[in-house]
Each structure stands twice: as C-alpha cells, then as structure tokens.
T-cell receptor, first 116, second 116 residues
Framework: GAVVSQHPSWVICKSGTSVKIECRSL??????MFWYRQFPKQSLMLMAT?????????EQGVEKDKFLINHASLTLSTLTVTSAHPEDSSFYIC????????????FGPGTRLTVL | AQKITQTQPGMFVQEKEAVTLDCTYD???????LFWYKQPSSGEMIFLIY??????QNATEGRYSLNFQKARKSANLVISASQLGDSAMYFC?????????????FGEGTQLTVNP
C-alpha cells in the first residue's frame, strides 16, 4: 500500500497564531515529501519540496519564514504556518514519494485551514 | 518551462457511457512522466494512471486508459462505463524530468459530472 495521512483534517485559528500540519507516510518510507496549496476551484500549487534530513526547497514566491517545513524522519513532515492571516486560509495537501520509486506521488487527504 | 493544459473546465457524461478528458503538455525533455489524479469533493487526491514517455503502449488501469499521442503531446484520459462515483475533479500532471523526488506540475483540472 501507499497511504499518506494528514493531521488535522481541518483547523480554525485566530489571526496571528501559528498552526502545525503533520504529514505521515503510514506504510512506506518517503524519500521526498511535497507540500501543496489549493484555493477553491483551482489547481494545486507546489509550495515546497522536502527531503529527509535536509532543508526544504521552496518555490518562488513562497515565504520560507512563514511556511516552516521540517522533514525529521522518513515518515513524517510538518508544515507550520506562522503568524497566520486570513489570506493564508486554504486547503493544504501533502504528498510523498516512496524511497524505492520516485515516479508516483501519493497524496494525503488534505487539511483545510481557516484563519479568522 | 513546461506546461500542462486542460482545456475542458467541465464535462458531462451519462452513466455507463465513456468519456475522454483532454490533456496536452509542453516539454523539450525526452524523458518525462504523465499522471492523472482524481479529486472528489472530499479533497483527497487519488492516483489513477501513469504513462512514461518511453512506454510503448498506452497505460490502462481497470476502467481508466490513457490515450498517449507523443507527437501531438497529448495524454487524454478515457473513462469507460462511467459511474456516478466518477463525478469529481480530474487533474493531469507531468513529472519534471531530471529532478529528484518527482516534482509535479498540474493542469487546471476538469470537473466531471456523471448524470444518472
């Protein structure tokens, strides 16, 4: 199997607070994990790529200090939205590639963030 | 820069009929991979089918087949015998060649509605 989980599935927070989203590969080791952002009725936009044990690679226009990514193990990556604002409200999806095969990304169920 | 184009924002099909969702891509690299994902209203991204640029035959997975026309740079998804549960957003994606971890670029998506 290739199951990826995300926690929480949804979160509501006040403006100015920080929110941490976890992404776990449950039955495989993930060499690389990806974080995407999706606005309603739009496509997925890659935010960053993270490899276990190294710093994440952020896409152009994505603020590194605002979206902190940590990939501490082969099964866990976290995305922390720091000092969240209403414009950060979005659907955040992670995906993971298996160590032995880098061709297919397996996606988590997503996290819906609402910042009040 | 590579690009994925899905020209059909919305498609309708009668239950039990076949439907084709269009996808064209643009890349100058000879080695690439093409993916189709399904995203139901719940938000999760479900992997459907994969086609490698060097694959000789069109990929098939159950009711899903990929009509790969390399010269035209198209990778259309064909869903046979549509079911009500096929109603969802469908995304075509291309793996960026030469990069580790299978970085994907997504098209804008096609909203498929299956009518009873």
């Amino acid at each position: 199997g290739a199951v990826v989980s995300q926690h929480p599935s949804w979160v509501i927070c006040k403006s100015g607070t920080s929110v941490k989203i976890e992404c776990r590969s449950l039955d495989f080791q993930a060499t690389t994990m990806f974080w995407y952002r999706q606005f309603p009725k739009q496509s997925l936009m890659l935010m960053a790529t993270s490899n276990e044990g190294s710093k994440a690679t952020y896409e152009q226009g994505v603020e590194k200090d605002k979206f902190l990514i940590n990939h501490a193990s082969l099964t866990l990556s976290t995305l922390t939205v720091t000092s969240a604002h209403p414009e950060d409200s979005s659907f955040y999806i992670c995906s993971a590639s298996k160590r032995e095969s880098t061709d297919t990304q397996y996606f988590g169920p997503g996290t819906r963030l609402t910042v009040l | 820069a590579q690009k994925i184009t899905q020209t059909q924002p919305g498609m309708f099909v009668q239950e039990k009929e076949a439907v084709t969702l269009d996808c064209t891509y643009d890349t100058s690299d000879p080695s690439y991979g093409l993916f189709w994902y399904k995203q139901p209203s719940s938000g999760e991204m479900i992997f459907l089918i994969y086609q490698g640029s060097y694959d000789q035959q069109n990929a098939t997975e159950g009711r899903y087949s990929l009509n790969f026309q390399k010269a035209r740079k198209s990778a259309n998804l064909v869903i046979s015998a549509s079911q009500l549960g096929d109603s969802a957003m469908y995304f075509c994606a291309m793996r960026e060649p030469g990069t580790s971890g299978s970085r994907l670029t997504f098209g804008e998506g096609t909203q498929l509605t299956v009518n009873p």
